[in-house]
């Protein structure tokens, strides 16, 4: 069931994505050649706490069977696509790192995802960065009153496979509010009369996840993290957003 926001259910959500992008930024910035991915973890955390919010990652139950979810990030390295654990990797130079994030605050999430390149990357692999970031403002754009979901996915899509990338089928984008994950779910491909009507109140997390080889994936050993079955890397751009009369509204931007 769609659960449609109050405006002052927005305006707590806003609260809720300006602190996950407040981290990510900060994540941005520390993500250089020899740090770990538990350094950037611990960073997560520290500002997370700090704000009293809580890191809802953290002890996420697992979908299947399985531990839940050990860290306050999801750090995923070149061609691991999302849901990578920290721990004692160190960056080096040429990768790139997805880094997934979410917090409740105040009783409401916020959820987003970006990709950096740490030093200097490949061209091709930059590509992918920039195609995957405009595909995640393209859907963000299709999001308007009156359209339906399938809007989002199609316009996500069409950008990405335009570029001769492919869109992860097995993971897609969800509502949000009160949980970080709410009804509906967002895929990042399909047709554009697909899917529910949206209307104003709606507050999606929009993350299309965008792979350089094809679009198949698997679940490493550790049942988490989720690697490209061609060993290419993956890119994962994620804002929640609020779906306004005037038009989308992005809650995780700074
Ligand atoms: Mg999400």
């Known amino acids: 069931m769609i659960k449609f926001k109050r405006a002052d259910e927005i305006a707590r959500m806003r609260r809720s994505g300006q602190l996950v992008a407040r981290v990510l930024e900060e994540i941005r910035v520390k993500a ?10 611990a960073i997560a955390e520290e500002m997370t706490l700090q704000a009293g919010a809580v890191p809802v990652f953290r002890n996420y139950p697992h979908p299947h069977r399985g531990k839940p979810f050990p860290g306050a990030i999801c750090a995923s390295v070149n061609e691991e696509v999302v849901h990578g654990i920290p721990g004692h990797r160190k960056l080096q130079a040429g990768d790139i790192i997805s880094i997934d994030f979410g ?19 490949a061209p091709e ?32 899509q069409q950008h990405v496979e335009s570029h001769g990338f492919s869109v992860v089928r097995d993971y897609v984008g ?19 009369g ?17 792979n350089l080889g094809g679009f198949e994936v698997y679940t490493a050993a550790d049942d988490w993290t989720v690697r490209t079955a061609d060993g290419k890397p993956s890119a994962h751009f994620e804002h929640s957003i609020a779906v306004r009369d005037s038009g989308p509204e992005i809650l995780t931007l700074l």
Do not use: C, F, W
Request: charged share 20%.
């Open 125 to 156: 692999v930059l590509k992918l960065l920039k195609v995957t970031e405009e595909a995640l403002m393209k859907g963000i754009n299709a999001a308007r009153v009156g359209s339906r979901i399938g809007a989002v996915s199609y316009a996500v």
């Open 174 to 192: 969800h509502g949000i509010g009160k949980a970080m994950h709410e009804d509906p779910p967002v895929p990042n491909y399909g047709r554009e």
């Open 32 to 41: 250089e050649p020899g740090i770990t991915t538990g350094e950037l973890n």
């Open 103 to 121: 917090v409740i605050l105040n009783g409401y999430a916020g959820d987003a995802a970006i990709t950096i390149a740490v030093g200097d990357v």
């Open 194 to 210: 697909q899917g529910p009507r949206i209307k104003a109140g709606m507050a999606l997390a929009i993350e299309p996840m965008v």
